[in-house]
């Protein structure tokens, strides 16, 4: 498999707006403590927007996994010193998403499947927490919300928008957590899934896999408003479970992205 070279391309308008979905996601929905603290505090700095285009462009796959980068590259590319781009690197070292090697090319590291499988193992007993703790719980404000989130899936299911289909996706869980009276463990889920979220990149970049998914949320909200605490843990269950079959589909096809 080719790989890219330390500095990415010149961004189109498309991967522009990818860069802007996944930003905009990542400062939603617990990029970093500082950030989540700070956001609405503080100046955004240097550091924070380089932190910012890398971590999307490792998300969105535009840096895939095993890519060699170099503080170098990026401070020309976003026309700054090295000491951003070296915090923004260590941030990102931080999260697990790069490999930094003192006297080697630093690397994004590859997608770890034991980290997958804990990552899994913990949302998935959050998740069916949270789905019965919303069946008992829900009012009808928290049902409008999700019901405006699934017309909009819907668009971006009829339109093959996978971008702002894995938004939306994400909004979905974080309404449910509200409905559940349980916000915090949303920020539970996010501290986990850095490396789900790339193996999701590549899932939903097939039209029928995130249909598949936005089927799983319509079986979900159906057994909400009908407060059917067994129904809507076995959709949960089965909609979680679907990340088995992600892995064995992305092993075949990009083998390369993965370590143990």
């Known amino acids: 498999m080719k790989k890219m070279a330390g500095l990415p391309p010149q961004k189109s308008a498309t991967d522009t707006a990818i860069t802007k979905i996944t930003t905009e996601n990542n400062l939603l929905n617990f990029a970093t403590p500082a950030q989540d603290k700070l956001a609405n505090f503080k100046r955004r700095t240097a550091t924070d927007e380089v932190f910012d285009g890398i971590y999307a462009d490792i998300m969105s796959l535009t840096l895939k996994p095993g890519t060699k980068i170099s503080e170098a590259d990026f401070a020309k590319q976003y026309n700054v010193s090295r000491h951003p781009i070296r915090d923004a690197f260590n941030r990102l070292s931080n999260l697990g998403l790069i490999l930094i090697r003192p006297q080697r090319a630093t690397m994004v590291r590859k997608i770890s499947l034991r980290e997958v499988a804990n990552a899994r193992f913990i949302r998935m007993s959050i998740e069916l927490e949270v789905a019965k703790n919303a069946c008992e719980k829900h009012n009808d404000a928290h049902v409008k919300a999700i019901e405006d989130n699934i017309a909009e899936q819907q668009k971006t299911v009829e339109t093959g928008d996978f971008q702002t289909f894995q938004q939306l996706d994400v909004e979905f869980h974080r309404l449910l957590c509200l409905a559940a009276d349980c916000?915090?463990?949303?920020?539970?889920?996010?501290?986990?899934?850095?490396?789900?979220?790339?193996?999701?990149?590549?899932?939903?970049?097939?039209?029928?896999?995130?249909?598949?998914?936005?089927?799983?949320?319509?079986?979900?909200?159906?057994?909400?408003?009908?407060?059917?605490?067994?129904?809507?843990?076995?959709?949960?269950?089965?909609?979680?479970?679907?990340?088995?079959?992600?892995?064995?589909?992305?092993?075949l096809h990009y083998e390369d992205y993965f370590t143990e």
């Open 183 to 251: 916000e915090f463990a949303f920020q539970s889920i996010s501290q986990t899934k850095t490396q789900v979220d790339r193996l999701c990149t590549i899932s939903l970049s097939h039209p029928e896999d995130f249909s598949q998914a936005y089927d799983d949320h319509l079986q979900i909200v159906k057994h909400l408003k009908d407060r059917n605490v067994e129904g809507i843990c076995s959709a949960m269950r089965d909609h979680m479970s679907r990340l088995d079959t992600t892995i064995s589909e992305s092993m």
